[in-house]
């Protein structure tokens, strides 16, 4: 019996057909698709033998019960599945929100460029040992100064690009020594020469000679030129509104398992992008099961009446009296005033007579006043404040005066003061670490200063903004340095576990967003709206100059967001001479880092590729996030964008 065919449907009949409506059905067709009646039509013959098995289980009664039991089960569970759907439909619908948002569309169009680069340099020696013996000399190369001459005619769009370019720049290397941008180019024209300030990116060299070279102790002096490609980018910006359409809450269906005799539920939910995922395992509570051998005791329940002193009631109480007045000594005072109006009630009626009850009455009411302005003035307010329990690190923050040396008068010494915190937070594996960070207040102001000083277009300059500010507060660390320094050696820590505690450490600290506006004014994306309105306490630093803080900045009271945070942990990085990167996506409006390691790695995670090395992602606002572990909302890798790069050599 193959209860995936409709029987009936191969009869031709209905499903209520008596036996001899089968067996008239049967013979009529059994006659029309004999194979000996159609020899021409190999399809008969197959036909001819189902309607065999039809009539087999249909005329068999035991079959046909079976059968017909069979189908009513798929009919119910079909109708059940079309009203779970027809319901998930209605929840879903509910459980929707559209609303129209304003995004900054970013467009980058390249122009191409192939010219004769010629760059001032100096270089300094660096010495290595060599394959022998001996010992060679290298130089590091710094430029001084750039230019460029380029025809007219080695100018391309992105879209036509020749073939020889582009077998060119693919032969060449990327040129890793920085060129002060923009360089100036001289552009040849039928018209006479032009002249241009151009930032250039992907710069690559080919055919590079040096000449003029001269030296003078450990150092050279002299003259780079070669073939030069690259790219200069411009970008426009277009305030774009689109409906967006977001899931929340339920979606109403439900799994249930059972182990070690305990019962578990968990619950199907939306994704803001209305996809859907389950909720963890829910322990369900135990219910007695009523079954006829205890319903006579509940229809006849059996009373026990105990002296109220015995047992252990009278001690749970009491256990529970101590500890309130042990928590919250303040409440002492209340607790005698309920004792007072329970004795004036339970003791009023037999002791006074009609009119004392009257005055008992007064009395009941005068203590509820005095009740009332005892709990506000033990309180001091009308409010009660709960402090949520976090994971965040546990900081304690003091200020002490110090003497700070100038270097214009050695002799003498200007007062400073350094706020030191100190942090206990644990790592992924919850082993626990803590240690003081210390920042100057001249350094602090000096700091502040400059970052009030800075001017340029965020969008367009944020990686020369965040170099700034790494310039001016790198050798400011060194109490923060000397701390991770005196971790890493008392613990033995590899390259990996040691990146973990100083990521952690940042992690564990609380949220601050930063805003180049203050944080009182509307704001149109959703994030910055969202959180400001959900925000009940200090949670927000306004009127921050391009809306991040610089590391000193951030250290001084441990308050910012994933750029600032970011920008910290990319310095403190490099410090300590690991690959990283700092990526931001204006897409996501979001910033993280990416650290690759030298030796291998024991998990996998979210990871991009810069010139054939494996970076992972890795967050700095989510607590308890190791490498690799981003949210899906931001794991598109398309959307993000390398701001700051750091490569051993």
Not at 291 to 298: F, I, L
Request: proline letters at 2%; glycine letters at 4%.
């Amino acid at each position: 019996m193959d209860y995936r065919k409709d029987y009936y449907q191969l009869l031709e009949v209905s499903a209520s057909a008596s036996k001899e409506e089968i067996r008239a059905a049967y013979r009529r067709l059994a006659k029309l698709y004999h194979p000996d009646k159609n020899t021409a039509d190999a399809s008969a013959e197959e036909k001819f033998k189902q309607i065999n098995e039809a009539n087999e289980i249909l005329s068999n009664d035991f079959l046909r019960q079976e059968y017909d039991a069979y189908r009513k089960e798929q009919e119910k569970w079909a109708e059940i599945k079309a009203k779970k759907e027809t319901v998930n439909e209605e929840i879903k619908q509910a459980n929707k929100n559209s609303y129209t948002r304003t995004q900054i569309v970013t467009t980058e169009t390249r122009t191409y460029i192939k010219g004769i680069i010629t760059v001032k340099y100096w270089a300094a020696t660096e010495q290595r040992l060599a394959t022998g013996i001996d010992k060679e000399l290298d130089y590091k190369i710094t430029p001084t100064e750039a230019s460029i001459v380029i025809q007219k005619q080695d100018i391309h769009s992105a879209q036509k690009i020749p073939l020889d370019y582009l077998r060119a720049l693919k032969e060449s290397d990327i040129f890793s020594v920085p060129i002060s941008q923009p360089i100036r180019c001289e552009v040849a024209t039928e018209l006479g020469k032009e002249y241009y300030e151009l930032t250039l990116n992907d710069i690559r060299i080919k055919n590079i000679r040096l000449d003029g070279i001269t030296k003078h102790e450990n150092y050279s002096y002299g003259t780079l030129t070669g073939n030069i490609y690259g790219y200069s980018p411009k970008f426009t910006y277009e305030e774009k509104e689109e409906t967006v359409t977001e899931c929340f809450g339920e979606t109403g269906r439900t799994e249930h398992k059972e182990e070690n005799g305990i019962g578990y539920v968990r619950k199907e939910y939306y994704h803001p992008d209305c996809s859907t995922y389950w909720g963890n395992w829910i322990p369900v509570p135990q219910t007695r099961a009523y079954t006829s051998a205890n319903r006579s005791a509940k229809q006849t329940p059996h009373i026990v009446t105990q002296p109220a002193t015995t047992g252990c009631g009278i001690y749970v109480w009491l256990f529970a009296l101590l500890s309130l007045l042990y928590l919250a000594p303040q409440f002492f005072i209340v607790c005698l005033v309920l004792a007072g109006l329970g004795i004036l009630v339970y003791y009023g009626g037999a002791i006074f007579s009609s009119v004392s009850r009257i005055l008992s009455a007064v009395g009941l009411g005068l203590l509820l006043l005095f009740l009332i302005a005892a709990v506000r003035s033990i309180t001091g307010s009308q409010k009660t404040y709960v402090k949520k329990k976090t994971n965040h690190a546990s900081v304690k923050t003091t200020r002490s005066a110090r003497q700070q040396t100038t270097s214009a008068d050695s002799a003498g010494s200007s007062p400073d003061t350094l706020i030191t915190h100190h942090l206990k937070w644990q790592d992924y594996s919850g082993k626990s670490y803590e240690g003081s960070i210390s920042v100057s207040v001249l350094a602090l102001r000096n700091a502040s200063n400059l970052h009030s000083r800075m001017s340029g277009n965020f969008y367009t300059e944020m990686s020369d903004i965040y170099k700034t500010m790494l310039i001016n507060d790198s050798s400011q660390l060194f109490y923060l340095y000397k701390t991770f320094d005196s971790i890493k050696m008392s613990n033995r820590l590899d390259e990996i576990a040691f990146s973990q505690v100083l990521i952690s450490a940042i992690q564990s600290l609380p949220y601050f967003l930063v805003l180049d506006r203050g944080c009182n004014e509307n704001y149109q994306d959703d994030f910055t709206r969202n959180y400001l309105a959900t925000c009940k306490t200090d949670c927000c630093i306004g009127n921050e100059l391009f809306g991040v803080r610089t590391p000193i900045e951030f250290l001084s009271d441990l308050k910012g967001d994933c750029d600032t945070r970011s920008l910290l942990l990319y310095l403190v990085l490099k410090r300590y001479n690991y690959n990283v990167a700092l990526l931001t996506s204006n897409y996501y409006k979001h910033a993280l880092i990416a650290v690759n390691f030298t030796n291998e790695v024991s998990r996998q995670g979210l990871n991009i590729t810069i010139d054939d090395k494996i970076y992972y992602l890795w967050e700095t606002t989510s607590s308890d996030l190791n490498y690799g572990e981003v949210s899906s909302s931001f794991n598109n890798l398309s959307y993000w964008n390398i701001s700051l790069l750091n490569k051993k050599i």
